[in-house]
């Protein structure tokens, strides 16, 4: 059983991929906690899209795809931030219009001008096979720059997330904030789509800031907690998609759900109920 | 805290509309360091709108608002718009507002104002609540203290008596005039008629724009208020106070029914 289980890693690309899992993971849970708390937990599913549009749109050009595909995904992430706090219309509606778009295009562009890029079946659902040496540090790299933002902008993102009306009259630059965790977000998609694909990495930015929500009350304790969450569930989902030979993103994806239904029946949800207004005579 | 009888904001000739509906016309305020002012008037009369101008997150369509250069906002939204489920304890809530440090853990100073200004408010004793376990009395005093704690010059404060009970909104309202009593400027928007005319020096009636401003005695009259609010109410005195009877609560004719 034991031999089974240390079987692969004997293999140096499965002991790659298992250090960009849980890295991944734990990226994804780190910045997953802002994304569930501003409400925007399907921007994750909109803008790994709209990233695709950006892979599409750089390999017709010619463009390095991390940068073609980042600088698309960002405006794609501002796009959406605008169109959202400005309440003409929802955040879901604004990122369905958004990403779809940029993903429909992606799809026109592959169509017509054909894939001259990397694998975008990889790109699609992820794999344990196509990592390479600068994806392990493209995500290494994002991984500190945002372990940074959140560090040194901590309260910043704090305030602008929780109340971004007072944050902005007590001195916070809320634009310059939010356009700052788009920055992050974007980035850390396109370093774990690799690995997670376009059609997961939603909800892997989701499921462990939930899990994480529903066993504190603190923000700082979720955090670290979301990060660890999110680790485990790249680890664990890396070792089942070796033994059961299916796509890494669906395995780590499937740990993630496993663990939120655990959680789940053992609290009953406790953190994510609406608050029950307070009494008045 | 300002000199005395300085202007902190200055509403001049003011219009603001919302995709080409008016909401405010012809609005002249000004705020003096040392007012507190409480704004009443109906839901929609633009109580909030004016508090956010005088704020600086809503430019008006014309007219002008000035503020005193460098002025200190400390600002208490409604409870109605805060997200009770996030995720933070009231420690936690008041801390936000010194967001200028680069590191996310308090200092040993800041723990200290935290707990100072927790403990002038009466509710040191919950800073490691969740935020949504206080009660309505609890969650208005966090706000404040997390106002508070910025040293502001001007205190805004939207509905601050809405969603608490009778007792608690007079603790609160006579928690404001303490801290005017100590020099804090304070403009407050409420529904509390009575309570304001009790605890509130200076009051500004308005409906889409100032009906009148002054001493309770002269604002809590029948017709000010029949203007502002477009219903007749009657006003009594009692102890040297106007209390205001809403006249669909209080018939002048007892209703007698047909036999």
């Known amino acids: 059983m034991i031999e089974t289980l240390l079987e692969p890693f004997g293999y140096a690309f499965f002991v790659k991929g298992v250090v960009v899992a849980t890295l991944a993971g734990a990226l994804c849970g780190l910045v997953g906690v802002y994304v569930v708390l501003r409400g925007m937990s399907y921007i994750g599913h909109g803008l790994s899209h709209a990233i695709f549009g950006g892979f599409a ?63 975008f079946d990889a790109a699609l659902f992820g794999s344990i096979i196509g990592i390479s040496t600068g994806d392990v540090w493209t995500l290494v790299a994002v991984s500190a720059l945002t372990v940074a933002v959140v560090l040194t902008r901590y309260r910043a993102l704090l305030f602008a997330t929780f109340d971004p009306e007072v944050a902005d009259v007590s001195g916070v630059r809320v634009a310059r904030t939010d356009a700052l965790l788009m920055l992050v977000l974007s980035l850390a998609i396109l370093a774990t789509l690799s690995i997670i694909g376009v ?82 005579l | ?107 040993r100073a800041e723990r200290r104002a935290v707990t100072e200004v927790l403990d002038r408010l009466g509710i040191a004793h919950l800073a490691d609540r969740h935020i949504r376990e206080l009660s309505g009395g609890q969650q208005q005093r966090m706000f404040l203290a997390r106002a508070l704690l910025r040293d502001p010059q001007l205190l805004l404060l939207d509905e601050p008596t809405s969603g608490i009970d009778v007792a608690t909104r007079h603790e609160m309202l006579h928690l404001l005039g303490h801290l005017h009593d100590d020099g804090m400027t304070i403009l407050l928007t409420t529904h509390d008629l009575n309570g304001v005319a009790a605890h509130v020096p200076d009051l500004v009636a308005m409906n889409g724009t100032v009906l009148r401003r002054g001493a309770p005695a002269d604002v809590m009259t029948p017709t000010v208020l029949e203007q502002t609010f477009g219903a007749p109410m009657d006003v009594l005195e009692h102890l040297g106070m106007p209390v205001v009877l809403d006249r669909k609560r209080h018939p002048r004719r007892p209703v007698v029914e047909a036999p």
């Open chain 1, 57 to 119: 749109a750089s390999s017709v050009i010619g463009l390095n795809y991390v940068l073609g595909a980042g600088i698309w995904g960002f405006a794609s992430a501002l796009a959406i931030n605008r169109v959202s706090r400005a309440h003409r219309i929802g955040a879901d509606a604004a990122i369905g219009v958004i990403t779809t778009a940029s993903f429909a295009l992606g799809v026109a562009l592959l169509t017509v001008f054909g894939n001259r890029g990397p694998s």
């Open chain 1, 199 to 280: 059609t997961l990495v939603a909800a892997t930015l989701v499921i462990p800031a939930v899990v994480a929500r529903m066993l504190t009350h603190r923000f700082a304790t979720m955090l670290w907690l979301s990060s660890a969450i999110g680790a485990l569930c790249g680890l664990v989902g890396m070792n089942l998609s070796y033994h059961l030979d299916v796509p890494s993103g669906t395995t780590i994806v499937l740990t993630g759900a496993t663990v939120f239904a655990l959680v789940l029946m053992a609290t009953g949800g406790r953190g994510l109920q609406r608050a029950p207004r307070a009494a008045v």
């Open chain 2, 1 to 107: 805290m300002g000199t005395v009888n300085e202007p902190l904001v200055r509403l001049d000739s003011v219009e603001l509309s919302y995709d080409g509906a008016p909401v405010l016309a012809g609005v002249d305020l000004t705020l003096r360091a040392g007012d507190f002012v409480g704004v009443v008037g109906p839901s929609g009369a633009g109580k909030t709108t004016l508090l956010r101008l005088a704020l600086g997150t809503l430019r008006p369509t014309t007219g002008r608002v000035e503020r005193a250069r460098g002025l200190r906002v400390g600002y208490v939204p409604q409870l109605e718009t805060v997200s009770w489920s996030f995720p933070v304890t009231v420690a936690e809530c008041v801390l936000m507002v010194r967001s200028d440090r680069w590191l996310p853990w308090a200092t």
